[in-house]
């Protein structure tokens, strides 16, 4: 029922910006948590940035503030990640996911449900 599909992914030279985005459907809850997670191989899933979608507000992962911006569209229900100033150690895959209740925002398994991915590729 809930879907989650994230775009915007590529191969990008260090110091380049990229936007991803997630757009939802489905969604029947009355407040909820959007969130980004990346992972590199043989790397655990890390939390990057999350949104409360009803008050707006954000959180960031220390290695990305400053750098990634995560911002919400109420009327697409779409939610992005604005990335600049990239790095190599930023090549990951990038999942959106949605947390239905209150846990550790930072926790993967804190999450229900979780989009495809979309690849980000930062070369030197």
């Known amino acids: 029922q809930v879907q989650l599909v994230e775009s915007g992914g590529g191969l990008v030279q260090a110091g380049d910006s990229l936007r991803l985005s997630c757009t939802t459907s489905?969604?029947?809850?009355?407040?909820?948590?959007m969130g980004w997670f990346r992972q590199a191989p043989g790397k655990e899933r890390e939390f990057v940035a999350a949104?409360?979608?009803?008050?707006?507000?954000?959180y960031y992962a220390d290695s990305v503030k400053g750098r990634f911006t995560i911002s919400r569209d109420n009327v697409e229900n779409r939610v992005y990640l604005q990335m600049s100033s990239l790095k190599p150690e930023d090549t990951a895959v990038y999942y959106c996911?949605?947390?239905?209740?209150?846990?550790?925002?930072?926790?993967?398994?804190?999450?229900?449900?979780w989009g495809q991915g979309t690849q980000v590729t930062v070369s030197s």
């Open positions: 996911a949605l947390r239905s209740r209150v846990s550790y925002i930072s926790a993967p398994g804190s999450y229900d449900y």
């Open positions: 489905g969604l029947t809850f009355s407040s909820y948590t």
């Open positions: 949104l409360s979608w009803t008050s707006g507000t954000t």
